[in-house]
C-alpha cells in the first residue's frame, strides 16, 4: 500500500500549481490544505507537523527526511490529476466520503435541521432536499447535488476509473 498507510486516512497538502486538484479531493472527503506559498522549505515543515502527504507538479521537489512523503502528478488537468491517484492507489472512492467537507474549508460538514435551512437555501431546493449540512467553518449550506456544477459527474467518472482499475 502506497507509503504503508492505510489510503483511508491520507491527509494532503497540495502545491501552489494544484489549487483544483485539492478541492476536488476534498470532494471526496479526503482532508486536503492548499498551500499558496513558494517558501519549499516551509511547505515541507508543515507537511511533517501536520503528517501530509505532498502533492506538487515540480519534478525538483524531494524527499529530506524518511519521513517525508512527496507525490509527483503528471497529468495537467484536475479531473485527469484525480484519476492518477486513483490508478497509483493513493486514494479510493469511498462512498461514505464522499461530500462529506466544505469545499472550500476542508473542514467536516455538519447535517442541520430543516428548519435551520429554511430561508438560507432556495425554496425548491428545501422542498426538494430531506438533508441539509453546514460547513461551521464558513456557515456554507450544501446539500446533496449542491456541489458546484458537475461534481456528480465527476464522480460517477472516477467510479468508472476505478472499476476498471481493479479488473485490471
Ligand atoms: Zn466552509
Redesign the pocket.
Known amino acids: 500500500m502506497a507509503f504503508g498507510l492505510n489510503v483511508r486516512a491520507m491527509k494532503f497538502l497540495a502545491d501552489r500549481m494544484l489549487g483544483k486538484l485539492a478541492k476536488e479531493l476534498r470532494m471526496l472527503g479526503y482532508d486536503t490544505i492548499y498551500y499558496r506559498g513558494e517558501d519549499a522549505h516551509q511547505m515541507i515543515q508543515l507537511a511533517r507537523q501536520e503528517g501530509r502527504v505532498i502533492l506538487t507538479r515540480n519534478t525538483k521537489l524531494i524527499p529530506k527526511r524518511p519521513e517525508d512523503r512527496i507525490i509527483r502528478v503528471t497529468e495537467d488537468n484536475p479531473l485527469l490529476q484525480l484519476k492518477e491517484l486513483i490508478q497509483k492507489r493513493y486514494i479510493s472512492l469511498n462512498e461514505e466520503n464522499l461530500f462529506s467537507r466544505?469545499?472550500?474549508?476542508?473542514?467536516l460538514?455538519d447535517e442541520i435541521s430543516r428548519e435551520e435551512a429554511e430561508g438560507k437555501v432556495p425554496d425548491f431546493i428545501f422542498y426538494q432536499q430531506k438533508a441539509f449540512y453546514k460547513?461551521?467553518?464558513?456557515?456554507?449550506i450544501y446539500w446533496q447535488g449542491s456541489h458546484q456544477g458537475n461534481m456528480q459527474k465527476k464522480v460517477d467518472e472516477l467510479r468508472l476509473a476505478e472499476s476498471r482499475e481493479h479488473r485490471a
Do not use: F, K, T
Not at 466544505?102 to 473542514?107: A, E, G, I, W
Open positions: 466544505c469545499l472550500l474549508c476542508n473542514v460538514i460547513c461551521p467553518q464558513c456557515g456554507r
